[in-house]
């Protein structure tokens, strides 16, 4: 009972099935006033969690690697948990959801659980930065604490860590998600409350790949494009956005059933400089690889990746977890993140309208992209925040900061003589302080001093 009964008033589109995309649907119908007559079509080349959201490790918590409190972290936090329950009554009222699970269908590669609630445990690397990060633990969210732990605590939770500095941060609130099975079930959950207005509003999933927004314009009241890392392939956005490709390898870890030392089942996942997300008893991911500018968008992973992977991320686990040396290489796959400039705030995602860039005529064209690592955090309060602004056709509802990069300069570097010149148009937009640097693969800088640490620049540093 959908268009038959009603013609819509307003008619969304929504382009990307992803953390971002999904979170959008799900607040332009949940948001709208209730007698709204809403349609939302999401377009997904793939299908649901397609892209980057699909292959990510699902670690959520609300800080920084130093244990800082994130840009509003709040109201991330606090929105994301929402969404999460969401998806969770849904999936329990849903009869294929729960066969599934009965059946003992574990579907190895993404574990048996929407939300494993068992906290994450940051053991202490670094002596430098140890003073800033129980400085920071002190500051933490009542909603979701910072414990510091000693060795013996930290043994209890995961028997046989290793702390190199005696130290931990524990935040036994934080969890990680399947995500897959999230937004499967936030979808679902979609589609619930389309079903509840009697009609009134209708979502439907199409999976076709958009290879220009225009195409659209004319049917929809707005377009609100979700495309993660490719989002560049738009024309109009392509070169526009200040986003930069970063590529990671997760592998998936088995313990055979015959060896000894199983995780124990309450036990946290570690964060550290690799991560170890849990699945269960004998199954956990581990990552991430972080690839700079590649352009491989490909989930798939070739044998010589995966072990290179397993390579590079192994003696970093086994830092902590040294028990981890006795796990097999069961898999892996891989996303490509959209990487934001790095602001005074952190690498805050890009939201806005971008009619300007795109053209067109009487469509409203919106971007929600850059949620570069933190996706699952940031999807929940800025998926909200887009669909505010779509439904009110004010893009001023959207923190500025948020905006900013809309009236930043890009300037392209790919030589130390195009720093030069750039450097010279650099002073003139000086007093804006609204400057955006892209550079291009392989370029460092060679002594203009310009870069202090002689790392490559990174997109948006201040220097
Ligand atoms: C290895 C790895 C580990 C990560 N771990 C974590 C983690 O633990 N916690 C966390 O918070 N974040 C993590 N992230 C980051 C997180 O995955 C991203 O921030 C998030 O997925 C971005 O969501 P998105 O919706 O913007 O993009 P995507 O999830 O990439 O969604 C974009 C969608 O658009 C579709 N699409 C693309 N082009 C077209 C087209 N032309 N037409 C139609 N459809 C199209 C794609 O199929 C895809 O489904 C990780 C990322 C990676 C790569």
Request: proline residues 5%.
């Amino acid at each position: 009972m959908t268009s038959g009964f009603f013609l819509y008033a307003s008619r969304y589109a929504v382009l990307g099935a992803g953390f971002a995309g999904i979170s959008v649907a799900w607040h332009l119908l949940n948001d709208s006033p209730k007698d709204l007559r809403l349609s939302v079509d999401v377009y997904d080349e793939i299908g649901i969690g397609g892209g980057a959201s699909g292959v990510s490790g699902g670690l959520l918590h609300p800080y920084s690697p130093k244990g800082k409190l994130l840009w509003h972290g709040a109201e991330c936090w606090r929105e994301c948990l929402e969404l999460l329950n969401v998806a969770e009554s849904s999936s329990s009222s849903s009869s294929s959801y729960t066969s599934a699970t009965e059946k003992g269908d574990t579907n190895e590669s993404f574990g048996n659980f929407m939300v494993r609630r068992r906290g994450i445990l940051r053991p202490a690397t670094n002596a430098k930065t140890l003073d800033l990060m129980s400085d920071n633990a002190r500051n933490c969210l009542a909603s979701c604490v910072v414990e510091t732990i000693d060795n013996d605590v930290a043994q209890d939770l995961v028997p046989n860590l290793c702390l190199p500095l005696n130290r931990a941060f524990y935040y036994p609130g934080a969890m990680n998600v399947n995500p897959q099975r999230y937004l499967q079930s936030l979808f679902l959950a979609c589609q619930n409350s389309a079903k509840a207005s009697l009609g009134r509003q209708n979502i439907t999933l199409v999976k076709k790949s958009i290879n220009d927004v225009l195409e659209l314009e004319g049917e929809y009241d707005a377009v609100v494009i979700c495309l993660g890392s490719k989002v560049d392939f738009l024309p109009g956005l392509t070169g526009k956005l200040p986003l930069r490709t970063c590529r990671g390898v997760i592998t998936h870890l088995q313990l055979h059933e015959s060896a000894s030392g199983s995780y124990p089942e309450g036990g946290p996942s570690i964060l550290s400089d690799a991560w170890l997300a849990v699945q269960g008893p004998r199954d956990l991911h581990m990552g991430s690889t972080w690839e700079w500018q590649s352009r491989n968008y490909s989930s798939d992973v070739s044998a010589e990746e995966a072990s290179r992977a397993l390579a590079e991320l192994l003696p970093k686990a086994s830092a902590v977890y040294p028990e981890i040396e006795k796990w097999e290489l069961a898999g892996a796959r891989a996303g490509l993140r959209a990487m934001p400039p790095v602001t005074s705030h952190g690498s805050l995602p890009l939201l806005g309208c971008v009619d300007q860039l795109i053209g067109g005529g009487s469509c409203k064209f919106w971007v929600f992209g850059g949620l570069g690592s933190r996706g699952l955090l940031y999807h929940g309060w800025l998926g909200k925040l887009m669909a505010k602004a779509v439904l009110s056709c004010n893009e001023e509802l959207i923190p500025s900061e948020l905006t900013s990069w809309k009236r930043k300069t890009i300037l392209t570097i790919s030589s130390t003589l195009k720093l030069k010149q750039s450097l010279r148009k650099l002073r003139s937009h000086l007093a804006e302080d609204l400057v955006v640097l892209l550079v291009q693969p392989g370029f460092r800088d060679q002594g203009s001093g310009c870069c202090p640490n002689q790392e490559p620049l990174r997109c948006g540093e201040r220097w």
